[in-house]
């Protein structure tokens, strides 16, 4: 079971200008309580994420999907950004090794799988012609619930352009849309075409979408234990929603209280996740993302402004150890380090003793590599309580589908908890939706603003050429 300790940021271990007091606490309890029910009981239409632990309907779909589709298929590829991509890098990084796409198809469970998240053109270039020998086993799975989202866009249409050129007829059976189920671009071109389509629920926003197809077939394509995610999903959902457990025993709420006094009442408007362990590092991406983009808002439910949202910044045990950790212990004392340990790591290795008796490397001879890694963070943690630096320790007994099931679910409750005590909407994100538009414009999409408005901030006239405004983008 997942266990969430917050002893280092309490005012025994840091102090009470840096930890969290007994009297913080207390006064925090009935918001902390009424934020939980709120999320419980009265339910955002956005909320469908709570839903997803305990859908069937889904996963049924998803995994008979997967088990036609593996049968022929040696390459994956996932065409998506933001929720359509960071949660299935992580999923797969967490539970399948790193070496996945380099192993031969029999140590593989699945197909080779690249995630394209970016309109970057030697990515999706060189990608493609990785798999261009094998375009007859290669599956690609579209993720955009409208279908117009520029950077997959421009990835669907470009793959499309070469399954339809190198297999004829035969390539709709090679695409499989991740969509709205009843309307927008990519659910029209999909029937049109005759792609298997999986459904992107409508009350999920993207970055709380891990346990919707989104990230479910993808995962289950690549042989991950879908039911086993959810079943984690599910037990933890039970644990951070008992409304009769103290509310100090619950994970997300205590999780949610220390990390809203850190960033309100502590001046730590900085929360780094450290993860000491390579698979979870994907966690630490999609972590940024759920918290950036749920928490970071200008206005209050009221209107008012109060910029809020903690920046989370991510960081890597032990590697990070050696490249940050410097200024988290002597740099400005704004941050709240939340680190993930392993109880026990996916495999073992021993050390052995150094050549000619080198008595300086004595103490690691005998040692596993596991127990050294953990006594890194153990020691970096102690290090920052030494300088008044709070953390708490988010444990996995083992990374399973199980535990990465709890950790998502435990993290979207504390996100939708921190909004509430920030009393903003952690579902909408309007900050983004300027960014699109003018993208739109510049590549000569009409819509709410036109070539002519970005030219004239960015240039200081109405005027300007396609070529103008990139190269000026393009040079800032």
């Given at each position: 079971?997942?266990?969430?300790?917050?002893?280092?940021?309490?005012?025994?271990?840091?102090?009470?200008?840096?930890?969290?007091?007994?009297?913080?606490?207390?006064?925090?309890?009935?918001?902390?309580?009424?934020?939980?029910?709120?999320?419980?009981?009265?339910?955002?239409?956005?909320?469908?994420?709570?839903?997803?632990?305990?859908?069937?309907?889904?996963?049924?779909?998803?995994?008979?999907?997967?088990?036609?589709?593996?049968?022929?298929?040696?390459?994956?590829?996932?065409?998506?950004i933001g929720g359509s991509a960071?949660?299935?890098?992580?999923?797969?990084?967490?539970?399948?090794?790193?070496?996945?796409?380099?192993?031969?198809?029999?140590?593989?469970?699945?197909?080779?799988?690249?995630?394209?998240?970016?309109?970057?053109?030697?990515?999706?270039?060189?990608?493609?012609?990785?798999?261009?020998?094998?375009?007859?086993?290669?599956?690609?799975?579209?993720?955009?619930?409208?279908?117009?989202?520029?950077?997959?866009?421009?990835?669907?249409?470009?793959?499309?352009?070469?399954?339809?050129?190198?297999?004829?007829?035969?390539?709709?059976?090679?695409?499989?849309?991740?969509?709205?189920?009843?309307?927008?671009?990519?659910?029209?071109?999909?029937?049109?075409?005759?792609?298997?389509?999986?459904?992107?629920?409508?009350?999920?926003?993207?970055?709380?979408?891990?346990?919707?197809?989104?990230?479910?077939?993808?995962?289950?394509?690549?042989?991950?234990?879908?039911?086993?995610?959810?079943?984690?999903?599910?037990?933890?959902?039970?644990?951070?929603?008992?409304?009769?457990?103290?509310?100090?025993?619950?994970?997300?709420?205590?999780?949610?209280?220390?990390?809203?006094?850190?960033?309100?009442?502590?001046?730590?408007?900085?929360?780094?996740?450290?993860?000491?362990?390579?698979?979870?590092?994907?966690?630490?991406?999609?972590?940024?993302?759920?918290?950036?983009?749920?928490?970071?808002?200008?206005?209050?439910?009221?209107?008012?402004?109060?910029?809020?949202?903690?920046?989370?910044?991510?960081?890597?045990?032990?590697?990070?150890?050696?490249?940050?950790?410097?200024?988290?212990?002597?740099?400005?004392?704004?941050?709240?380090?939340?680190?993930?340990?392993?109880?026990?790591?996916?495999?073992?290795?021993?050390?052995?003793?150094?050549?000619?008796?080198?008595?300086?490397?004595?103490?690691?001879?005998?040692?596993?590599?596991?127990?050294?890694?953990?006594?890194?963070?153990?020691?970096?943690?102690?290090?920052?309580?030494?300088?008044?630096?709070?953390?708490?320790?988010?444990?996995?007994?083992?990374?399973?589908?199980?535990?990465?099931?709890?950790?998502?679910?435990?993290?979207?409750?504390?996100?939708?908890?921190?909004?509430?005590?920030?009393?903003?909407?952690?579902?909408?994100?309007?900050?983004?939706?300027?960014?699109?538009?003018?993208?739109?414009?510049?590549?000569?999409?009409?819509?709410?603003?036109?070539?002519?408005?970005?030219?004239?901030?960015?240039?200081?006239?109405?005027?300007?050429?396609?070529?103008?405004?990139?190269?000026?983008?393009?040079?800032?």
């Open positions: 079971m997942l266990n969430v300790d917050c002893r280092c940021a309490a005012e025994a271990a840091v102090g009470w200008e840096h930890g969290a007091t007994q009297a913080d606490l207390d006064g925090l309890a009935d918001a902390v309580r009424r934020g939980r029910d709120r999320i419980v009981n009265q339910p955002d239409q956005w909320e469908g994420w709570r839903k997803l632990p305990v859908r069937s309907d889904y996963a049924s779909a998803v995994k008979a999907l997967a088990a036609d589709r593996r049968q022929w298929a040696t390459d994956m590829l996932v065409l998506g960071l949660g299935n890098i992580a999923l797969q990084t967490a539970l399948n090794p790193p070496t996945w796409n380099l192993l031969p198809p029999r140590r593989r469970n699945g197909p080779r799988l690249f995630v394209l998240d970016n309109a970057d053109p030697d990515l999706v270039g060189e990608v493609l012609d990785l798999v261009g020998p094998r375009l007859k086993t290669t599956l690609v799975n579209v993720i955009s619930k409208s279908g117009e989202t520029a950077e997959t866009a421009s990835q669907f249409l470009v793959v499309r352009d070469l399954l339809a050129r190198k297999l004829k007829g035969d390539f709709a059976r090679h695409i499989v849309a991740t969509t709205d189920a009843r309307k927008g671009t990519l659910h029209e071109i999909a029937k049109a075409d005759g792609y298997a389509m999986l459904e992107v629920p409508d009350d999920v926003g993207g970055r709380f979408s891990v346990l919707s197809p989104v990230g479910l077939f993808p995962a289950a394509m690549c042989g991950i234990d879908v039911d086993e995610l959810l079943a984690g999903a599910a037990a933890m959902k039970t644990r951070v929603e008992d409304a009769a457990a103290p509310w100090r025993d619950n994970p997300a709420c205590i999780l949610a209280a220390v990390k809203f006094l850190a960033a309100t009442r502590k001046a730590k408007p900085i929360h780094v996740m450290m993860p000491y362990s390579n698979r979870l590092y994907g966690m630490a991406d999609w972590y940024r993302q759920l918290w950036a983009e749920s928490l970071g808002k200008r206005r209050d439910r009221a209107g008012g402004e109060v910029f809020a949202g903690p920046t989370p910044v991510k960081a890597l045990g032990a590697t990070d150890q050696h490249s940050q950790v410097q200024l988290y212990r002597e740099g400005p004392n704004d941050k709240l380090t939340v680190f993930l340990a392993v109880e026990r790591h996916p495999r073992e290795l021993a050390i052995p003793e150094a050549p000619g008796g080198a008595g300086g490397l004595a103490y690691l001879a005998g040692a596993e590599m596991g127990r050294l890694l953990n006594a890194e963070k153990r020691a970096t943690e102690y290090a920052l309580r030494v300088s008044k630096r709070p953390s708490v320790t988010i444990t996995f007994d083992a990374v399973t589908p199980h535990s990465v099931g709890e950790f998502i679910y435990l993290y979207e409750f504390t996100t939708a908890l921190m909004g509430e005590l920030l009393n903003i909407n952690a579902y909408d994100q309007p900050a983004v939706e300027l960014g699109k538009q003018a993208t739109f414009a510049l590549m000569g999409k009409q819509g709410r603003i036109g070539k002519k408005d970005v030219a004239r901030d960015i240039l200081g006239r109405e005027e300007a050429t396609y070529a103008e405004l990139k190269q000026r983008i393009e040079g800032s």
